[in-house]
């Protein structure tokens, strides 16, 4: 039997996570520091080059491309909804801040794939690095993002990096999913014919479990690119530009109609990314 | 010296192989380990030795053990204990990099669901191979292609497994295993999942490569009719264990215990062809309704001395002779029902030796009717003689 006087003791002796937590990013912060640097400076050279490759075209070019480039994909019919929506952005003067999004966007998901998807694969073969990676992915994708903006902030400070940072946290999580799950799906049959054949590890990952487990890789970088999209606004909150600051200033001053504008800028850029790049 | 030589092969599942298999060489059955050790056996101290140049197969039922001590062999499971010799060298002794360059020069595989893969054309799928030994892309297409024709695929080059039939697709990865010219192929089951007839053709297609190639094969079916058309000798196998070696004669004439006898009764009972397997068609049929100049032109046009009578709905009335037609026609006070004569007929059910006693005496074919007395078919004297004669291999 617990006695009442112990139950007492049990919540005045509260158990300091907090304060471990703290420990633990400032032991990050004052020892890490310098390869922490190097990560924002990679991060940072990638969104400046990937926003000076897409203004580099008049914005009308730019809407023609995209437009060619959807008719190619898919259909003319996208290829008529991106010129519109596209169009429209530009129309409502928001096609620097649209450019500012999407080069962070292209930064996170090409950040989230290129640690993300070798992940997968590693989890698909190692029950031990499954085992870990579970609770962590799960913890990752059900903490409130606004919680991990601060040590994004602490480690990068106020600006792009530490958004783009806060975005691979949060959208990284279906890339791992989903190709440990393609390659999880990947018929036991297949990979023994390559066995059999005399296939080595890296033959039977290349020819056999990523082209079957392709389908659900792609839906993973769809996923990904779609939540990048959504953490568009809260990576604003620590300072990274584009179609996020709009929003929050309008929510700042209550201007209806700045932040309809903003966020319809964010949903056409949401569906025209969708469509030409998911599968129907 | 044989091509593969098994001696004593263990392969138990489970956490704690080797005290099971110690419990196993002490004399403990099956059930034991599974209930104080948690693990299964799957191969139970098989023997066996495949020669060069024969086709050796591996029969039994679901949970014999027949797919695994396959894939001993070429260790795509490995074994508890044992040692698996091919061509004098200990498979059980190569590292990882060695087990890899053996199967590549010595094995070609083919699975009971085919394994090809979906995203590769079926060129694509028979060159896998051929990749794996990275032969040069030129020689790689050529060697593919052959391999496609040798199995009648010629011209299905650039479809997805997922356009062909079951049939068809076992062919390609017949190919993918015949193109990289091994020393030895292991088939799986390979034709379990088609069905009787494809079965069948692919079997005889099994065959007359075999004859073009000779090479070795060890091949696994639970079909003991498969077992005794495809194979020079025969392992037959239950719950892990190999009960018996031999070739035809041996399985079939000494069965060893009784499961084997139960395998072998059953296709003895199935080898029993009864009326209604080798009867045929009737060319032509005679209608009460039809007069005698009707029956001669039928006759005539069908070079038959005889014709059978029935009713609209088939049922059987008689036979009819050409004398008799001849006679109706020649005599006004003859009716034509009249000349309608009865012979024995047969019943579908009704065995070869039966058929046999009936049809010895008779001069014309032999009527077959149900319960109902409908004609369901005849058969001719030269059938019966020929289906005992080639029965008569089986059963001396």
């Keep these: ?280 | 010296m044989g091509k593969i030589e098994v001696r004593n092969l263990y392969k138990i599942f489970g956490n704690q192989p080797q005290k099971a298999l110690g419990m196993i060489k002490n004399g403990s059955t099956k059930q034991e380990v599974l209930n104080k050790n948690n693990s299964t056996v799957g191969v139970d101290d098989a023997s066996f030795e495949v020669e060069e140049g024969e086709i050796f197969v591996i029969m039994g039922l679901s949970g014999s053990g027949k797919s695994t001590l396959i894939r001993c062999v070429n260790r795509l499971i490995e074994p508890t204990a044992g040692s698996i010799k091919v061509d004098g060298q200990e498979v059980l002794g190569f590292d990882k990099k060695e087990l890899r360059e053996f199967r590549e020069k010595e094995f070609g595989m083919v699975f009971q669901n085919f394994a090809l893969l979906p995203h590769r054309t079926v060129l694509e799928n028979a060159m896998f191979g051929l990749e794996i030994q990275k032969v040069e892309k030129q020689q790689r297409i050529k060697r593919s292609k052959e391999a496609l024709n040798a199995v009648g695929l010629d011209g299905w080059e650039d479809q997805y497994p997922e356009q062909l039939s079951g049939g068809m697709q076992q062919r390609v990865g017949l190919a993918r295993a015949l193109a990289v010219d091994p020393e030895i192929l292991l088939m799986d089951e390979p034709f379990s999942a088609l069905d009787p007839l494809i079965k069948k053709e692919m079997q005889n297609k099994l065959l007359d490569l075999y004859e073009e190639m000779k090479r070795t094969i060890l091949f696994i079916t639970h079909d003991l009719d498969e077992a005794l058309k495809l194979g020079d000798r025969i392992a037959i196998m239950k719950e892990g264990k190999i009960i018996q070696i031999g070739d035809h004669e041996d399985i079939l004439t000494n069965a060893t215990n009784d499961y084997v006898e139960n395998f072998v009764e059953d296709v003895n009972r199935s080898r029993v062809l009864t009326a209604k397997d080798i009867m045929t068609q009737a060319i032509a049929l005679l209608y009460p309704q039809d007069g005698p100049r009707t029956a001669l032109h039928k006759m005539k046009n069908n070079e038959l001395g005889s014709l059978f009578v029935v009713n609209r709905n088939k049922e059987y009335k008689g036979i009819i002779y050409i004398e008799d037609v001849v006679d109706v026609i020649n005599n006004d006070d003859l009716k034509f029902t009249d000349i309608i004569k009865d012979i024995t007929n047969a019943d579908p059910e009704d065995n070869l030796k039966k058929l046999f006693a009936d049809i010895a005496d008779l001069n014309v074919p032999l009527p077959v009717t149900n319960d109902d007395n409908k004609l369901l078919g005849v058969i001719v004297k030269t059938n019966v003689l020929a289906n005992l004669a080639s029965e008569g291999k089986f059963d001396q």
Aim: hydrophobic share 55%; with cysteine.
């Design chain 1, 1 to 280: 039997m617990i006695k009442v006087n112990n139950i007492s003791q049990l919540i005045s002796t509260k158990i300091p996570i907090g304060n471990w937590v703290e420990f633990l990013v400032n032991f990050l912060i004052n020892n890490f520091s310098g390869p922490l640097e190097g990560f924002a400076g990679i991060i940072e050279w990638m969104v400046n080059n990937f926003e000076a490759l897409l203004s580099y075209f008049h914005p009308l070019v730019f809407i023609l491309i995209f437009a060619i480039l959807a008719w190619g994909l898919k259909n003319y019919k996208l290829s008529i909804f991106v010129a519109l929506g596209l169009g429209l952005v530009f129309n409502l003067q928001m096609w620097d801040p649209l450019l500012t999004t999407l080069a962070s966007i292209i930064t996170s998901v090409v950040v989230a794939l290129i640690i993300g998807i070798p992940i997968g694969i590693i989890k698909a073969h190692s029950k031990i690095i499954d085992l870990i990676t579970r609770p962590i992915l799960d913890f990752m994708q059900t903490i409130p993002p606004f919680v991990y903006l601060i040590p994004a902030l602490m480690f990068f400070g106020l600006g792009t990096v530490s958004g783009v940072i806060a975005t691979v946290v949060f959208a990284i999580a279906p890339p791992i999913r989903l190709t440990y799950l393609g390659i999880q799906q990947v018929d036991d049959e297949l990979k023994e014919a390559g066995h059999a054949f005399g296939a080595n590890w890296w033959e039977i990952l290349m020819k056999i479990e990523l082209p079957g487990a392709m389908p659900s890789i792609m839906m993973g970088i769809n996923q990904c690119i779609m939540l990048s999209l959504s953490m568009v606004v809260i990576a604003a909150m620590i300072g990274a530009g584009g179609l996020g600051k709009p929003v929050l200033r309008s929510l700042n001053v209550v201007d209806i109609g700045l932040g309809f504008e903003a966020g319809l800028g964010v949903v056409i850029i949401a569906m025209v990314l969708d469509r030409m790049f998911g599968r129907e």
